[in-house]
């Protein structure tokens, strides 16, 4: 099986290039041949038990998406695109990158004939939601984005469902959870202080906190997100019908949650860290924002998580990141 990975070296596309490395296989299907793909290029893997293409550039250019399927990978995992803020700030570049480089993708693939239809998983996110909102979000809510960043990914969900039901491809989008807690350095992801008031106390570093202990959100640590991206490129989409849209399980808490969360595991000394600044722009973003789902449809489906308490969420960061260890 030939893998392509759009957005290769993100920090979720990293992490499932290792598992696929690591597996050497997708399903019940080995793996012949990686494709990895970024506007920056991935990390070559050292000695890998199959071909692996690395690839750097633009993919929303003409041409670029036929160039990347030019090798007819039978799997593909769509998960790049400019994050939240970005998107915000930037309306020419969000919808560039986050529509119309989704759109050419599938249109490569639509037009590339000899009976070419592969499984498209791509990554969208619960910003497809916006208030007004019920308590726990059903899976027959509306999508109704308040931000381009939702906006965007809406329509490239109502593409790829279009697009399966035609039989171009075979397409599934996963709307994430706000990934947490994130490894490495703060991006520009609106969405980004949750992490990073964990992360960097855990560090022994300051974090700034620009929203209220009260705001509500939805989380899942990046190992539930290479599940779900696992899953969802092996299930039997027969199963989902033409709705090919889902909304990933989670875990709804509020801000004041994960500091308790982080006294518990870490102590007092650590939460101490975190310093309460608050940020008109980041809050404005937020109260725009789901804070719980039902997840119904995707557990039915078999997606499941990781973790069953942000107490978990931690533990999970400290032993996939910190090597169990952290700045007491």
């Given at each position: 099986?030939?893998?392509?990975?759009?957005?290769?070296?993100?920090?979720?596309?990293?992490?499932?290039?290792?598992?696929?490395?690591?597996?050497?296989?997708?399903?019940?299907?080995?793996?012949?041949?990686?494709?990895?793909?970024?506007?920056?290029a991935p990390a070559k893997?050292?000695?890998?038990?199959?071909p692996v293409d690395v690839h750097a550039g633009d993919f929303a250019?003409?041409?670029?998406?036929?160039?990347?399927?030019?090798?007819?990978?039978?799997?593909?995992?769509?998960?790049a695109a400019i994050v939240s803020g970005e998107a915000e700030l930037d309306f020419d570049k969000?919808?560039?990158?986050?529509?119309?480089?989704?759109?050419?993708?599938?249109?490569?693939?639509r037009l590339a004939g000899g009976g070419y239809k592969p499984r498209l998983v791509f990554t969208s996110s619960i910003a497809v939601f916006g208030a007004p909102f019920p308590e726990a979000i059903g899976d027959e809510f509306f999508h109704t984005p308040l931000l381009s960043y939702g906006t965007q990914k809406a329509i490239g969900e109502l593409l790829i469902s279009d697009y399966s039901r035609r039989g171009f491809l075979d397409g599934i989008s996963i709307r994430l959870p706000t990934i947490c807690i994130r490894p490495g350095l703060p991006n520009k992801a609106a969405s980004?202080?949750?992490?990073?008031?964990?992360?960097?106390?855990?560090?022994?570093?300051?974090a700034i906190l620009p929203v209220a202990e009260t705001v509500?959100?939805?989380?899942?640590?990046?190992?539930?997100?290479?599940?779900?991206?696992?899953?969802?490129?092996?299930?039997?989409?027969?199963?989902?019908?033409?709705?090919?849209?889902?909304?990933?399980?989670?875990?709804?808490?509020?801000?004041?949650?994960?500091?308790?969360?982080?006294?518990?595991?870490?102590?007092?000394?650590?939460?101490?860290?975190?310093?309460?600044?608050?940020d008109p722009f980041i809050m404005g973003i937020v109260d725009g924002w789901p804070r719980n789902f039902e997840a119904r449809r995707a557990r039915q489906l078999g997606f499941t998580t990781a973790e069953d308490s942000f107490d978990d969420i931690i533990r999970i960061h400290i032993e996939d990141e910190l090597g169990g260890n952290f700045v007491a």
């Open positions: 099986m030939h893998v392509l990975v759009l957005g290769a070296a993100g920090m979720v596309g990293r992490k499932l290039v290792e598992r696929l490395l690591g597996d050497g296989r997708l399903g019940k299907a080995d793996i012949t041949k990686m494709t990895l793909h970024d506007v920056v893997p050292e000695r890998p038990g199959f250019i003409p041409r670029a998406a036929e160039r990347l399927i030019a090798g007819r990978p039978e799997v593909i995992f769509h998960l969000g919808y560039r990158i986050n529509l119309d480089g989704t759109r050419m993708l599938i249109d490569a693939i980004g202080f949750f992490s990073n008031i964990l992360r960097e106390p855990l560090a022994g570093k300051e509500r959100h939805w989380h899942a640590t990046p190992r539930s997100a290479v599940g779900f991206l696992l899953h969802a490129a092996t299930m039997d989409l027969a199963a989902a019908g033409p709705r090919r849209g889902l909304t990933m399980p989670g875990l709804s808490a509020t801000v004041g949650e994960q500091i308790a969360a982080l006294k518990r595991v870490a102590g007092e000394k650590v939460a101490a860290r975190i310093k309460r600044e608050p």
